[in-house]
């Protein structure tokens, strides 16, 4: 089965600072991994993917994500934060099976100190 | 633009009452799908379809019922049954293939009185 550890439900950096959103996952085959973003009482929108291919992968707004197969991670990272970058970030997880569902995390809420 | 609407977008409702929420996407998406999000505990998957005319029970199914009568439709109704139904509901569709990426309406907030 698969699930989705995100550690740390906040997170607080201060504006220009590094952003590192921590993510860990289960999975029985090589995954489909995902970072969305949720803005307050808005829908999802995703950040970036991995599916196949480079390990490093690059999204919208300046974060990127690395997918390290030997510690089960894909950790979200931004070199400077900026104060637009507060939000709320979910890591998911695609099974592969015949549904191909998403497995998502709690979530990781952002804050950007000035 | 291709996208998934869903309204209203807050909603109240009486305890004892049903209500409906409303999901349509313009993406020619075969599947469709419903989450409940709560502070502090991400997101539920409540149904989903992947099919015009057939859907599946996800992990909170209880106290919720759906229709997929067309491929552009996925409405959601939250029953008097449900226990807690105050929350954000989330819509969501998929193409055919791909890598399992999930488009996302805006939300819907339920509030019970």
């Known amino acids: 089965a698969q699930s989705v550890t995100q550690l740390g439900s906040h997170v607080s950096v201060s504006e220009g600072a590094l952003v590192l959103l921590r993510c860990n996952y289960s999975?029985?085959?090589?995954?489909?991994l995902f970072w969305y973003v949720q803005y307050p009482n808005q829908g999802l929108q995703l950040l970036l993917k991995y599916t196949t291919g480079a390990t490093l992968v690059k999204g919208i707004n300046g974060f990127e994500a690395e997918f390290k197969k030997s510690e089960t991670s894909f950790h979200l990272t931004k070199p400077s934060a900026h104060m637009s970058d507060a939000a709320e970030y979910f890591c998911?997880?695609?099974?592969?099976?015949?549904?191909?569902?998403?497995?998502f995390g709690t979530g990781t809420r952002l804050t950007v100190i000035p | 633009d291709g996208g998934i609407t869903q309204s209203p977008k807050y909603l109240f409702r009486k305890e004892g009452q049903n209500v409906t929420l409303s999901c349509e996407q313009n993406?020619?998406?075969?599947?469709m799908y419903w989450y409940r999000q709560d502070p502090g505990q991400g997101l539920r998957l409540i149904y989903y379809s992947q099919i015009v005319n057939d859907f599946q029970k996800g992990d909170i199914a209880e106290g919720y019922s759906v229709s997929r009568e067309k491929k552009e439709s996925f409405p959601l109704t939250v029953t008097s049954a449900q226990k807690n139904p105050t929350a954000f509901y989330l819509c969501a569709s998929r193409g055919t293939g791909g890598t399992g990426e999930l488009f996302f309406g805006e939300g819907s907030r339920l509030t019970v009185l």
């Open positions: 999975s029985s085959v090589p995954p489909y």
């Open positions: 993406l020619n998406h075969d599947a």
């Open positions: 998911a997880v695609s099974d592969q099976t015949g549904a191909n569902n998403l497995f």
